[in-house]
């Protein structure tokens, strides 16, 4: 099993910055690839972005690219999403999940409890 925590959501202007943080822990969690998605009420859980823990090669959503940067320290078994330039439309649900890295949710096994980030216009 695999456990993740995610911390760092709130309340942000538009245009101001946040920084989620996943906490990761449990049986053989490195050896899967680590993603964000996002769920604003009444639509579908959508990708966000994804890293590799080994290598730490990466990508995105293009609604977020050149805005968010995912990144992760092996050390701290901690990934961060850093985001910047926040829109009203980033307002969602944050949820970090441990699986193939994909774009699609399904093909994540394991998932934290959420995170709000509310962006206020």
């Known amino acids: 099993q695999v456990q993740l925590v995610e911390s760092g959501g709130g309340l942000v202007q538009a245009g101001g910055s946040l920084r989620l943080s996943c906490a990761a822990s449990?049986?053989?969690?490195?050896?899967?690839?680590m993603g964000w998605f996002r769920q604003a009420p009444g639509k579908e859980r959508g990708f966000v972005a994804a890293?590799?823990?080994?290598?730490?090669?990466?990508y995105y959503a293009d609604s977020v690219k050149g805005r968010f940067t995912i990144s992760r320290d092996s050390a701290k078994n901690t990934m961060y999403l850093q985001m910047n330039s926040l829109k009203p439309e980033d307002t969602a649900v944050y949820y970090c999940?441990?699986?193939?890295?994909?774009?699609?949710?399904?093909?994540?096994?394991?998932w934290g409890q959420g995170t709000q980030v509310t962006v206020s216009s």
């Open positions: 449990g049986r053989s969690f490195s050896s899967y690839k």
């Open positions: 890293i590799n823990w080994s290598g730490g090669s990466t």
């Open positions: 999940a441990a699986g193939g890295g994909s774009i699609y949710y399904t093909d994540y096994k394991f």
